[in-house]
């Protein structure tokens, strides 16, 4: 039996939890080392275990893989999530490649300076509101199915449910006029390999906080 994968990141989402998220929804078990000090980050530098000395990094399949997109590319191809043709796959990158611009600005937020983050939510609000959700509703009433390529579960699913619960934890009234989207996020959220990751005690990882990132600031020297 293949080892399980093997995470490795600080205790928290970051970039590595469109990875869990992935992993999750493909039903595959993995395993996590966490760095929790400087020296735990330094050691895996100094082992050779990160190429561009940066994590995520996930041990699978006999690799050390690092770049978040490249880990997941691996893991949406493997495991059948990645559409059936060169015409989907551009399809599934050109969405998530716009789960992935909004995505970014949330992630950042909470490391934003205090006199810049009502701005910064404010745009962001802006932004999932009137360019991205919207555009996205509008794939899913084009053409009528219950997902977003070819009828079928892919990762742009994935990523997008998980930017959706993002939204959601800023601010719920968000996603109040986006009912073909709602509806998605109750799909993907009730398939059992999902529901079972989003469970209490799941491998899910929980907001973050002010803790958490003063955490990852002593970590990685930010």
């Known amino acids: 039996m293949a080892a399980k994968p093997m ?7 970051g970039r590595m939890e469109p990875i869990r998220w992935l992993l999750a929804a493909a039903g595959v078990e993995f395993e996590e080392t966490f760095i929790d000090t400087p020296e735990d980050f330094e050691k ?20 050390k893989l690092v770049q978040s997109r490249a880990i997941l590319n691996y893991i949406a191809a493997k495991h059948n999530l990645y559409g059936k043709d060169t015409k989907e796959r551009a399809l599934i990158d050109m969405y998530i490649e716009g789960v992935a611009d909004l995505n970014e600005m949330i992630l950042l937020l909470p490391v934003s300076p205090p006199a810049e983050k009502d701005a910064k939510i404010t745009l962001i609000k802006d932004r999932t509101t009137n360019r991205y959700l919207p555009a996205f509703e509008k794939v899913l009433k084009s053409h009528g199915q219950d997902y977003l390529v070819g009828n079928r ?18 601010d719920p009234s968000l996603l109040t006029n986006f009912p073909l989207l709602k509806a998605l996020k109750a799909r993907i959220s009730n398939l059992p390999t999902v529901k079972k990751f989003l469970q209490p005690g799941g491998a899910r990882k929980p907001p973050v906080d002010e803790k958490s990132v003063e955490k990852s600031r002593k970590i990685f020297k930010f």
Request: no cysteine; charged share 20%.
């Open 44 to 63: 895996l530098k100094n082992d050779g275990s990160l190429m561009f000395q940066q994590v995520p990094m996930v041990e699978i399949d006999g690799m």
């Open 7 to 13: 995470l490795h990141y600080f205790n928290g989402r």
């Open 153 to 170: 579960l892919s990762r742009a699913d994935i990523h997008l449910v998980e930017l959706l619960y993002l939204v959601e934890e800023l």
